[in-house]
């Protein structure tokens, strides 16, 4: 009778006559079943070779995705390989085959097919029994479920992967030691540094394996003091390398921890800084040698530079003088010639003529000083009024001027977006910037087109859109735009230069722009052109939003000649200019005012700080004597408490000017001015109660 391998289908091999061996079979039958109990083992089965029969239990037909009773009534091996994942039937077949024809032990890993198609890892442990003549007859086995194990190992795999991939990268020196200083890690940086193989120092302390000793007990020591201070420290190291050369390194060491936080060695990288060190030791002596020569060439270029601001400052004094003295030069014309032509009529007695020279030459002074205030708003030097204004009002309130102004042909869009319009500025300066830019539209589009005027809140940042002298914030854009002729891209570049124009001649003084731009800047703002040939240009005045409440703008009243007498207040002038002196003096003597003259500011202190009745201080602000007209103010009003003063003024630091217009009982008049103005001011002053 054939003799019956172990197996759960066929029972252990007992020996008849052997107590002994009965035993052991109980024994192994206890642990196989105890091995199914815990789910270890997911099937058993046993082949019949010549009969090519495979009887399974229960377990193997799940585990094989076979039918139950099928595998318990014996199926052909062919069938069981089906269930086998077809990459991995041909090395399956090897192994079973290398067992048959050696008999003996088997063991397996494949992954077989599951009921709902999927696929999971098994091990297969089995034996192949030959018979006398060395075949193999039969070959029983257990099959183990070894997913988990797989999936673990997998990770381990893929984590041991990852490790050796990011050792190989790190640049320099990654390492590990234990408690005692034994390297337990190094990646291929560490071994070119010792220059043994890995085998050589691994399991090794620094003393063991460094020849330099002294270095050694060193770099231990450091260990030791990370380890046991419990903090990471970075350090610089000298380490000798294997060929006598003198390296320097840069080293991260930290403490290596448990999960308890107990220390339980060290870890460190390290990174070859000796060309670093090299490097700086160069630089140190090249500095010292070149920074005569750095010096020489820092003088040099800021000597060329200096000529060429100079060059470019000379040249554009030259172009902004050139314009000056032929407008002036016209102006003056007229003016001389208009006073020739009234000093002949009264040597001939011919009074009727007079009148209308007069009004030329007045004409054409007025015309000088509007030249001069277009040139002080450039320098951003001007007189400025500045009140609390809502900007879309007064856009508003301009509309049906701007409209006459460019004429019925013209279609103007307003549209004021802005939901914050409030700004401090000057509200003559203003509607004079915004008629001028609708002037400039209107000549851009010849004979007809449309200008839209619109304004909207923007949030400015650092950038190319803000001026570099201005600080981010909350602006109000008035943006004046036209789809006219445009500009080219070097007339744009040139747009802000006073007297420069592309309006034929005796069309424009070509100040226009550069008076906005000066307006613009001195009101904390700026202005921005975008212009594109053919296509139009959009002329952006940008100002500093507010949100103090709205000033209405004083209005004063026109003065005629009966309102113009006074009841004899005292009046002080001073003034060191002659002929402005006896202008204001006289006026104020012909409307019944008593006048106190000085011609500097130590005469004018010296009056306000005496008994002498003063009522009113009418001054130039800048003043020879030591101290300006501003400071003599000062000075006077401690002595006067609440004493009116009227600065008169051609051109004063803005920020003299910007204190001056914010005191009360205080105006300030730009020189020069009217009869009618001066008179104004000084009777608004004196009907103050508050002074």
């Known amino acids: 009778m054939e003799r019956q391998p172990p197996g759960p289908m066929h029972g252990m091999d007992v020996p008849a006559s052997h107590n002994q061996g009965h035993a052991f079979a109980t024994d192994a039958s206890e642990r196989l079943?105890?091995?199914?109990?815990?789910?270890?083992?997911?099937?058993?089965?046993?082949?019949?070779?010549?009969?090519?029969?495979?009887?399974?239990?229960?377990?193997?037909?799940?585990?094989?995705?076979?039918?139950?009773?099928?595998?318990?009534?014996?199926?052909?091996?062919e069938e069981a390989f089906s269930s086998i994942h077809p990459n991995d039937r041909d090395r399956v077949s090897t192994d079973i085959q290398e067992a048959m024809r050696r008999g003996g032990a088997y063991r397996c890993e494949y992954r077989v097919r599951q009921h709902d198609g999927s696929y999971r890892w098994i091990e297969a442990n089995g034996r192949a029994e030959l018979d006398e003549?060395?075949?193999?007859?039969?070959?029983?086995?257990?099959?183990?479920?070894?997913?988990?194990?797989?999936?673990?190992?997998?990770?381990?795999?893929?984590?041991?992967?990852?490790?050796?991939?990011?050792?190989?990268?790190?640049?320099?020196?990654?390492y590990a030691k234990d408690l005692e200083g034994r390297l337990l890690v190094a990646n291929h940086g560490a071994t070119q540094l010792i220059g043994k193989p890995p085998e050589f120092y691994l399991g090794k302390t620094d003393l063991e394996f460094l020849e330099d000793k002294a270095q050694a007990r060193q770099v231990m020591e450091t260990d030791q003091r990370v380890m046991q201070g419990g903090k990471a420290v970075q350090i610089e190291e000298r380490v000798d390398m294997p060929d006598g050369t003198a390296t320097y390194w840069l080293s991260m060491k930290a403490p290596l921890c448990d999960d308890a936080g107990e220390v339980i060695g060290l870890i460190g990288s390290s990174i070859d800084v000796t060309a670093r060190k090299n490097a700086e030791s160069q630089l140190v002596e090249l500095n010292r040698t070149l920074e005569a020569r750095i010096e020489e060439a820092v003088a040099e270029r800021e000597a060329v530079q200096a000529a060429l601001r100079q060059s470019q400052k000379m040249e554009a004094i030259?172009?902004?003088?050139?314009?000056?003295?032929?407008?002036?030069?016209?102006?003056?014309?007229?003016?001389?010639?208009?006073?020739?032509?009234?000093?002949?009529?009264?040597?001939?007695?011919?009074?009727?003529?007079?009148?209308?020279?007069?009004?030329?030459?007045?004409?054409?002074?007025?015309?000088?000083?509007?030249?001069?205030?277009?040139?002080?708003?450039?320098?951003?030097?001007q007189t400025l009024m500045p009140l609390h204004i809502d900007v879309n009002s007064l856009i508003s309130d301009m509309q049906e001027l701007i409209s006459r102004t460019v004429g019925p042909s013209i279609k103007?869009?307003?549209?004021?977006?802005?939901?914050?319009?409030?700004?401090?500025?000057?509200?003559?300066?203003?509607?004079?910037?915004?008629?001028?830019?609708?002037?400039?539209?209107?000549?851009?589009?010849?004979?007809?087109?449309?200008?839209?005027?619109?304004?909207?809140?923007?949030?400015?940042?650092?950038?190319?859109?803000?001026?570099?002298?201005?600080?981010?914030?909350?602006?109000?854009?008035?943006?004046?735009?036209?789809?006219?002729?445009?500009?080219?891209?070097q007339t744009l570049s040139r747009a802000f230069e006073p007297f420069f124009t592309t309006k034929p001649v005796g069309a424009g003084t070509g100040l226009g722009l550069s008076m906005i731009y000066g307006f613009a800047k001195q009101s904390g703002g700026q202005v921005r052109i975008e212009s594109v040939e053919d296509h139009g240009t959009r002329v952006y005045l940008q100002l500093p939003s507010q949100t103090a409440r709205i000033t209405a703008p004083e209005r004063m009243e026109p003065l005629d000649e009966t309102t113009l007498s006074a009841s004899g207040e005292t009046v002080l002038v001073v003034d060191d200019e002659p002929s402005v002196r006896m202008f204001v003096s006289e006026m104020l003597?012909?409307?019944?005012?008593?006048?106190?003259?000085?011609?500097?500011?130590?005469?004018?202190?010296?009056?306000?700080?005496?008994?002498?009745?003063?009522?009113?201080?009418?001054?130039?602000?800048?003043?020879?004597?030591?101290?300006?007209?501003?400071?003599?103010?000062?000075?006077?009003?401690?002595?006067?408490?609440?004493?009116?003063?009227?600065?008169?003024?051609?051109?004063?630091?803005?920020?003299?000017?910007?204190?001056?217009?914010?005191?009360?009982?205080?105006?300030?008049?730009?020189?020069?001015?009217?009869?009618?103005?001066?008179?104004?001011?000084?009777?608004?002053?004196l009907r103050k109660n508050d002074c």
Request: charged residues 20%; hydrophobic residues 45%.
């Open 589 to 685: 003597d012909n409307c019944g005012y008593r006048v106190v003259e000085a011609a500097d500011s130590l005469a004018g202190l010296q009056l306000l700080c005496s008994d002498t009745q003063i009522d009113l201080l009418v001054t130039d602000i800048g003043l020879p004597g030591g101290i300006d007209g501003r400071q003599m103010a000062d000075e006077g009003r401690r002595a006067r408490p609440g004493l009116p003063i009227l600065f008169m003024t051609g051109y004063a630091q803005p920020n003299v000017l910007d204190s001056v217009q914010l005191e009360p009982c205080t105006a300030v008049l730009t020189k020069p001015f009217s009869l009618e103005a001066l008179m104004l001011n000084i009777r608004a002053l």
């Open 318 to 381: 030259g172009q902004l003088t050139g314009g000056i003295a032929h407008d002036f030069n016209n102006l003056l014309a007229g003016i001389t010639g208009s006073l020739d032509l009234v000093k002949r009529r009264l040597k001939q007695r011919r009074i009727a003529d007079v009148e209308r020279y007069l009004g030329v030459a007045q004409g054409a002074a007025q015309r000088a000083a509007s030249l001069t205030h277009r040139l002080l708003a450039f320098s951003r030097r």
């Open 33 to 77: 079943q105890l091995a199914l109990d815990a789910g270890a083992i997911v099937g058993t089965w046993v082949w019949d070779i010549p009969a090519n029969r495979v009887t399974a239990d229960e377990r193997f037909s799940r585990s094989f995705g076979l039918p139950a009773h099928k595998c318990m009534a014996g199926i052909p091996i």
């Open 412 to 489: 103007l869009k307003v549209e004021l977006s802005a939901k914050s319009s409030i700004c401090l500025v000057d509200p003559a300066q203003v509607e004079n910037s915004l008629l001028n830019l609708c002037i400039n539209a209107r000549d851009a589009l010849a004979s007809s087109g449309c200008i839209a005027i619109t304004t909207f809140n923007q949030e400015l940042v650092l950038g190319p859109e803000l001026d570099p002298e201005l600080p981010p914030g909350n602006y109000l854009t008035i943006c004046v735009a036209d789809d006219g002729i445009g500009m080219s891209a």
């Open 133 to 174: 003549q060395g075949r193999a007859i039969r070959f029983p086995g257990v099959v183990m479920d070894i997913e988990s194990r797989r999936t673990a190992e997998a990770e381990r795999d893929r984590m041991s992967a990852l490790l050796r991939t990011f050792t190989a990268a790190v640049p320099g020196v990654v």
